[in-house]
């Protein structure tokens, strides 16, 4: 089983940047997508970001697509969200998580790590 450790969260002012980490432990992750969600106080789970472990290959949320960067470091069994040009509806909890379906649907994705809260002050 895959377990996933989400760190880097923080309060940061209107047009700033964060860069969030995930750290993937436990499996060879060769099989996995993983993705990037968030959820703000009183919102359903939305979809971020994801990428194919294997190919590296990304998808991104309209909401983000152009400020946001997926990536990962395969030596590292890491995986990161740049965040630039944040703004206050970017405000929530940011989660990790890992799936082997290719999808932007929470339930696709199996594996949750705890959440990091991310607070951009206008």
């Known amino acids: 089983q895959v377990r996933l450790v989400e760190s880097g969260g923080g309060l940061v002012q209107s047009g700033g940047s964060l860069r969030l980490s995930c750290a993937a432990s436990?499996?060879?992750?060769?099989?996995?997508?993983l993705g990037w969600f968030r959820q703000a106080p009183g919102t359903e789970r939305e979809f971020v970001a994801r990428?194919?472990?294997?190919?590296?290959?990304?998808l991104y949320a309209d909401s983000v697509k152009g400020r946001f960067t997926i990536s990962r470091d395969n030596a590292k069994n890491m995986m990161y969200l740049q965040m630039n040009s944040l703004n206050p509806e970017d405000t929530a909890v940011y989660y990790c998580?890992?799936?082997?379906?290719?999808?932007?649907?929470?339930?696709?994705?199996?594996?949750w790590g705890q959440g990091t809260q991310v607070t951009v002050s206008s």
């Open positions: 990428i194919t472990w294997s190919s590296g290959v990304t």
């Open positions: 436990g499996r060879t992750l060769s099989r996995y997508i």
């Open positions: 998580a890992a799936g082997v379906v290719v999808s932007t649907t929470p339930p696709s994705y199996a594996v």
